[in-house]
C-alpha cells in the first residue's frame, strides 16, 4: 500500500498560479499512475487530471485543461499539478490518489487532501 501526502495548497488571488504535491512512501511511485481531484463545497468529488505510470500519457477534465499541467518525478517520488490562471470555481479540497493504472485512476489510494482558495 502506498501512502500519499499532498501539499501545496493556499489562498490565491483569481488568476494566479499554485503547484500542489503529493508525495508518496511505501513503494515507488513509477509502480502506479498518479491523479487529482477535487472536491468543493456542496459538490461530489470530481476527476482533475491523470498520469501514466511512465508519464508517457495523461488526461485532464475539461474545466481544466490548458491550465493545469500533471506531471511526476520518479527520483523524488513525488507528483505534481501545476495550476495557472486559477478561478473561483477551481475552490476546493484537492486530492492525490494513486492506482496501478490509468484506467483504474480513483480506485486507489488517497491522499489527506490540501485545500485550495482562489478568491476574486
Known amino acids: 500500500q502506498v501512502q500519499l501526502v499532498e501539499s501545496g495548497g493556499g489562498l490565491v488571488q483569481a488568476g494566479g498560479s499554485l503547484r500542489l504535491s503529493c508525495a508518496a512512501s511505501?513503494?515507488?511511485?513509477?509502480?502506479?499512475?498518479m491523479g487529482w481531484f477535487r472536491q468543493a463545497p456542496g459538490k461530489e468529488r470530481e476527476f482533475v487530471a491523470a498520469?501514466?505510470?511512465?508519464?508517457?500519457?495523461?488526461r485532464y477534465a475539461d474545466s481544466v485543461k490548458g491550465r493545469f499541467t500533471i506531471s511526476r518525478d520518479g527520483a523524488k517520488n513525488t507528483a505534481y499539478l501545476q495550476m495557472k490562471s486559477l478561478e473561483p470555481e477551481d475552490t476546493a479540497v484537492y486530492y492525490c490518489?494513486?492506482?496501478?493504472?490509468?484506467?483504474?485512476?480513483?480506485?486507489?489510494?488517497w491522499g489527506q487532501g490540501t485545500q485550495v482558495t482562489v478568491s476574486s
Open positions: 498520469i501514466g505510470n511512465s508519464g508517457g500519457s495523461s
Open positions: 511505501g513503494r515507488t511511485l513509477s509502480s502506479y499512475a
Open positions: 490518489t494513486a492506482s496501478p493504472n490509468i484506467a483504474t485512476i480513483g480506485f486507489g489510494s
